[in-house]
């Protein structure tokens, strides 16, 4: 993991001159449900790009052949939930997977045949599947969970001032304030400093 000071000054780079510095970082708000996700998401796009570029390799290993456009077909899938499940619609990419992950036992199910010499290959397959499965649906409902807001339900935010040391702390702050020295040229303010007050 790196180390959070030096992920600090480097925001710091980013910023213009005269813009806050950042002192320190603030705790992640994304929670074990949004990693699991995150890794669920890496898992697609690799086993995705898999049955995309080797599907022979699966249809082989499984006693399948003449299967391949169709896993073909499943590794674009892949691809297409675990590119959700990296994004901001991380529920709808989970769900897709669990729904993926019924049409993939589904279809290696018809494998495990009597007269497949592969058998053994087969009953890891569903069994590794049904891992996963278990896996998927535990972190779709937790994400949906961790991310729904109830009917109706509404935010409170009474206990916030909107001064964040206090509003004793804040009287009197705006006496003090300089104009910035990058600011005291500027076309618009030498206009509105020049115009003659109002008595």
Do not use: C
């Amino acid at each position: 993991m790196p180390n959070l000071s030096s992920i600090t000054g480097l925001s710091n780079i980013a910023r213009s001159e005269g813009d806050p510095k950042v002192l320190h970082s603030g705790p992640s708000s994304r929670g074990i449900p949004d990693s699991l996700a995150k890794g669920l998401g890496w898992f697609s796009l690799g086993l995705g790009l898999t049955e995309l570029l080797a599907p022979q390799r699966i249809t082989r290993t499984l006693g399948m052949e003449g299967k391949e456009a169709l896993v073909r077909v499943y590794g674009a899938r892949e691809i297409a939930s675990g590119i959700l499940s990296l994004s901001v619609d991380k529920k709808l990419g989970l769900w897709s997977r669990v729904a993926g992950d019924g049409l993939d036992i589904a279809t290696v199910l018809t494998a495990l045949r009597p007269d497949n010499p592969k058998r053994d290959n087969v009953v890891v397959a569903l069994a590794l599947l049904l891992g996963i499965t278990a896996i998927d649906l535990i972190d779709a409902q937790a994400t949906t969970m961790r991310h729904s807001r109830g009917v109706g339900r509404r935010r409170s935010y009474r206990d916030r001032s909107g001064f964040p040391r206090g509003v004793a702390a804040s009287r009197g702050a705006a006496r003090d304030f300089k104009t910035p020295p990058d600011l005291r040229h500027a076309p618009a303010l030498a206009a509105v400093s020049a115009r003659p007050s109002v008595a």
